[in-house]
């Protein structure tokens, strides 16, 4: 143990967890940028006052029924309304327009979390008049998280930064259109999620399900290696309509993905590209 | 050729408020090094995604820069912890971001900074923090001096803000306490080639 602030992880634990993960659960962590899996191990581990891996192991051994929670626990669930607002401005404006005239317009959110970015491209398409034309597909591997995704409601706590960031993208548009508080919850309209279908899917270890116009994998991507970015980012790209576009967080790179070479940029500081015809 | 990966002996500086001008002006003292990175963990207003390269201004040899995620270390290199994430150390050489909640309000954390720097068990490292008001950057701090690598804590009758050196003083006794304006020599003096 390196101090009672910090459990320690060794190489063989760790070890024996990813194991535990692929063998029992088909859960394949392997490709985890481990800085990142190793501090979520130790937050759970302290939780559940515990001084290693190996009672954890043991717990998810021989009790499946904490499975659900335990994926809920290790997988990093922080997202926000309108994120970065400049890139879903630059979305809208230089990356969504080729696909005003197509009848049908598919979306896939990779890793959606508790929604919001699935809220908010609602949001955007209904502004732009897009919304009764697009079919939506919503992914995660943590399915307590794809619960409260569905039921569109966040901390009130929240309204102020996600107004913010509404107005930053629309100025002129109304945030009240869309939401209202209600006992300590900020509601939003549900009749924004009527084309979305919400999946448990693992993109590391499922295939994909689909050809898109749009992706969106936002803070995903800086939880795997250099490798398993590559091979996610491929699996992305091939589900891609050529033309079709890939959002990722604007911290993230293609720097280690060949698949980066079928794909031009439409605006490269906002992270945002679109597949070569 | 520059030094890359876990070849480099890592220059961890955290701070928060009344951190910024000291670290700044160090920087502008501090001589190049190419086997040296410098990483700094300030806390900073979420929203500016740019800005603080350009606020530290162009540096004598170092460069500056506010790292993707996945950018493999190089020597001779300022990194600074992008606004609104976690900056993590990879042992294998990397740079990983992470959008976990706050710890201690902040993020990015000085404390998952080097808590990841203590869990990669990277060979050559130092730490330093400078004034701030809050406690971020202490547990942190003690975790690098227990795995043996050198600390620095500002001294509080330097520090513009007294409560983050004094945080991780209550902890533990540093290799230096220092005063802003002797820190270029504290952090020459760490450094272990």
């Not at chain 1, 029924?65 to 290790?74: D, H």
């Not at chain 1, 919503?138 to 794809?146: C, G, H, K, P, V």
């Not at chain 1, 800086?222 to 576009?245: A, M, N």
Request: aromatic share 10%; net charge neutral.
């Amino acid at each position: 143990m390196l101090t009672e602030f910090l459990p320690d992880i060794s190489d063989a634990e760790l070890e024996q967890f990813m194991q535990i993960m692929l063998t029992q659960h088909g859960y394949d962590f392997r490709g985890y940028a481990p800085a990142s899996l190793k501090r979520r191990l130790g937050l759970v581990i302290k939780k559940y006052g515990f001084t290693s891996l190996i009672p954890l192991n043991q717990r998810l051994l021989t009790q499946p029924e904490y499975l659900r929670y335990f994926i809920n626990e290790i997988t990093v669930s922080t997202t926000e309304l309108f994120r970065d607002p400049a890139a879903w401005v630059a979305l809208r404006v230089q990356a969504l327009p080729p696909f005003f005239a197509l009848p049908e317009i598919r979306i896939w959110h990779v890793g959606a979390s508790t929604g919001e970015e699935v809220i908010s491209m609602a949001i955007l398409l209904q502004e732009i008049g897009l919304y009764s034309r697009a079919r939506i597909f919503a992914t995660d591997i943590d399915d307590i998280s794809i619960e409260k995704a569905k039921s569109a409601q966040y901390p009130a706590r929240s309204r102020n930064l996600y107004k913010q960031n509404f107005q930053a993208v629309f100025p002129t548009s109304s945030f009240e259109k869309y939401a209202h508080e209600e006992g300590g919850h900020l509601v939003f309209d549900p009749s924004l999620l009527k084309n979305t279908r919400f999946l448990k899917h693992n993109i590391v270890t499922e295939a994909a399900f689909g050809e898109f116009e749009v992706i969106l994998c936002r803070n995903l991507l800086i939880y795997f290696t250099p490798p398993l970015q590559d091979q996610v980012v491929t699996k992305l790209v091939d589900s891609l309509v050529p033309g079709g576009i890939l959002m990722i967080g604007t911290k993230e790179s293609l720097f280690w993905c060949s698949a980066a070479k079928r794909l031009i940029a439409v605006n490269d500081s906002e992270r945002i590209y679109r597949k070569q015809k | 050729m520059i030094p890359r990966g876990p070849e480099v002996f890592l220059w961890i500086i955290g701070g928060s408020a009344g951190s910024f001008n000291p670290i700044r002006s160090f920087l502008h003292q501090m001589p190049y090094y190419r086997e040296v990175a410098i990483i700094l963990c300030l806390h900073r207003l979420r929203n500016p995604r740019v800005g603080m390269v350009e606020a530290i201004g162009a540096l004598k040899g170092w460069e500056v820069s506010e790292p993707d995620d996945k950018t493999y270390i190089h020597g001779g290199h300022v990194y600074i912890s992008p606004a609104d994430y976690h900056l993590l150390v990879e042992a294998t050489g990397y740079l990983s971001l992470s959008v976990e909640e706050p710890v201690h309000f902040s993020r990015p954390s000085i404390d998952v900074l080097l808590e990841s720097v203590v869990r990669a068990r990277w060979k050559k490292a130092a730490a330093a923090l400078f004034s701030g008001a809050n406690r971020d950057g202490a547990q942190g701090m003690y975790l690098m001096h227990q795995a043996g690598h050198f600390t620095a804590i500002q001294d509080p009758d330097d520090a513009e803000i007294r409560t983050m050196p004094e945080a991780a003083l209550a902890l533990f006794e540093p290799n230096v306490r220092f005063k802003a304006a002797d820190f270029v020599k504290v952090c020459l003096q760490a450094i272990t080639l």
